[in-house]
T-cell receptor
Framework: DTGVSQDPRHKITKRGQNVTFRCDPISEHNRLYWYRQTLGQGPEFLTYFQNEAQLEKSRLLSDRFSAERPKGSFSTLEIQRTEQGDSAMYLC?????????????FGPGTRLTVL | AQKITQTQPGMFVQEKEAVTLDCTYDTSDQSYGLFWYKQPSSGEMIFLIYQGSYDEQNATEGRYSLNFQKARKSANLVISASQLGDSAMYFCAMSLSGAGSYQLTFGKGTKLSVIP
């Protein structure tokens, strides 16, 4: 297993278009997280899944954002009607266990640029 | 609400010297975890070290150590014998037991530059 993977690594789109990102977690990890990182900031939590259930969503996740994790394996994050403010790095992370000591393993991220 | 503060936007260190990156945190939870991640220019977040709120000993991982002062709510990262490959962004983060997701809350980061 080579770790968390994300696809695509870069996406350039025009305002108003829909985009979808994919995250493949480490295979035995049942928890999957999405974060967004804008320039000069640390990552900000968007949402997380335990297996296939989406259990928490941040207020940052507007109605234009939707995330899924069918069958508790890979996850997709879709942004509809993209806006320039959506330009950011979208990071996916996974972890095996729940707890304050649960180390999250991050993927390389998808950098979104909205023109 | 929980908060992580990193007051050093940028730091310079001479190769082979030690450097301390500051991190303070704010939470009313008694059970929490503190993490440091490294983010090179490639963008991937790399886990460095973890400290639990109930751990009495400071965490160490190779050249990394965490100077945990619970009463002062600080969790500074010490990198010994700096190497050129240590040049990167460094983020302090916190995980809370009260947050069911155990999501990480990150600071704004410190950009470390190692000078040959």
């Amino acid at each position: 297993d080579t770790g968390v993977s994300q696809d695509p690594r870069h996406k350039i789109t025009k305002r108003g278009q829909n985009v979808t990102f994919r995250c493949d977690p480490i295979s035995e990890h049942n928890r999957l997280y999405w974060y967004r990182q804008t320039l000069g900031q640390g990552p900000e939590f968007l949402t997380y899944f335990q297996n296939e259930a989406q259990l928490e969503k941040s207020r940052l996740l507007s109605d234009r954002f939707s995330a899924e994790r069918p069958k508790g394996s890979f996850s997709t994050l879709e942004i509809q009607r993209t806006e320039q403010g959506d330009s950011a790095m979208y990071l996916c992370a996974s972890s095996l266990a729940a707890g304050v000591d649960n180390e999250q393993f991050f993927g390389p991220g998808t950098r979104l640029t909205v023109l | 609400a929980q908060k992580i503060t990193q007051t050093q936007p940028g730091m310079f260190v001479q190769e082979k010297e030690a450097v301390t990156l500051d991190c303070t945190y704010d939470t009313s939870d008694q059970s929490y975890g503190l993490f440091w991640y490294k983010q090179p220019s490639s963008g991937e977040m790399i886990f460095l070290i973890y400290q639990g709120s109930y751990d009495e000993q400071n965490a160490t991982e190779g050249r990394y150590s965490l100077n945990f002062q619970k009463a002062r709510k600080s969790a500074n990262l010490v990198i010994s014998a700096s190497q050129l490959g240590d040049s990167a962004m460094y983020f302090c983060a916190m995980s809370l037991s009260g947050a069911g997701s155990y999501q990480l809350t990150f600071g704004k980061g410190t950009k470390l530059s190692v000078i040959p």
